[in-house]
């Protein structure tokens, strides 16, 4: 496995929106995607970055959604978090099609003869072994988002950052959609996120992130080469910190 000096991180959490996996289609799982974002990350596997993985399930289930239809409200953020689970099995066995790259599915939830039980201690050992672990069924809980399962999960894992992969280049000033003179901002400080009100992610995730000093990094996954850029020290998308 080459090492490269220029290299930033050792260990990153590594967030994916639901909503990358739908690809050009309205709902589901698009292969061609999946293919893509795997092969991103099996590039920075490849430089011997340690790497945790967390996704969303917006391209499936979002909880707060099912609830506005009529759903009970845990109902429907456990149908979310199974909706995580589905994505998961889906990366993992897209990456494992690689067959030099090792992985592991743990998920917050028992799920007995389909993928492994959150364990701290062993998620430690394998990611130092250089074993992409993907965390599966956000905290567990409802009421929560992936976003907040990130933060847990990169601080649990002394992960040195959190990468949001996402749609969007970065954080803007305003929609960049709706406001042709939306900036985006290459820096921010946790401070400046909660003084403009700016949408990086739920206010309890990012205010976990903060009081660990985690630092974020908003990008656009779907830029071919983003990922190893980042790693490398590019000043891609948007970074967060104190
Ligand atoms: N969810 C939850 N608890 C968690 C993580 C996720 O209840 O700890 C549920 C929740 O309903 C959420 C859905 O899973 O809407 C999918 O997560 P998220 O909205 O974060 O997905 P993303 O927007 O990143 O695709």
Do not use: W
């Not at 985006?184 to 995730?205: C, G, H, P």
Request: aromatic content about 6%; charged content about 20%.
């Amino acid at each position: 496995m080459s090492k490269n000096q220029n290299i930033i991180y050792r260990r990153i959490l590594l967030k994916i929106s639901g909503e990358i996996f739908k690809g050009e289609n309205e709902f589901g799982i698009n292969i061609s995607s999946l293919q893509k974002i795997a092969s991103e990350i099996i590039s920075i596997v490849n430089l011997g970055i340690q790497v945790g993985l967390v996704i969303g399930s917006g391209n499936l289930f979002r909880g707060t959604h099912l609830y506005e239809l009529g759903l009970n409200r845990v109902v429907s953020d456990h149908i979310g978090i199974l909706s995580t689970i589905i994505n998961s099995l889906a990366m993992k066995d897209i990456i494992s099609s690689d067959s030099c790259i090792k992985t592991c599915l743990m998920s917050a939830v028992p799920l007995n003869g389909i993928c492994e039980t959150y364990n701290h201690e062993r998620a430690m050992h394998l990611l130092s072994k250089n074993v992409i672990l993907i965390f599966a069924a956000g905290t567990g809980n409802p009421f929560f988002t992936t976003d907040s399962a990130a933060c847990l999960r990169g601080i649990e894992t002394k992960s040195d950052i959190i990468l949001k992969g996402t749609k969007v280049n970065g954080i803007y000033s305003a929609d960049p959609k709706k406001n042709s003179g939306a900036i985006l901002y290459k820096t921010l400080t946790y401070k400046d996120v909660i003084e403009k009100e700016l949408k990086v992610m739920d206010l309890s995730a990012f205010t976990l992130a903060r009081d660990h000093l985690l630092p974020i990094r908003v990008f656009n996954i779907n830029n071919t080469g983003s990922l190893y850029r980042i790693i490398m020290g590019y000043n891609e998308g948007t970074m967060i910190t104190a």
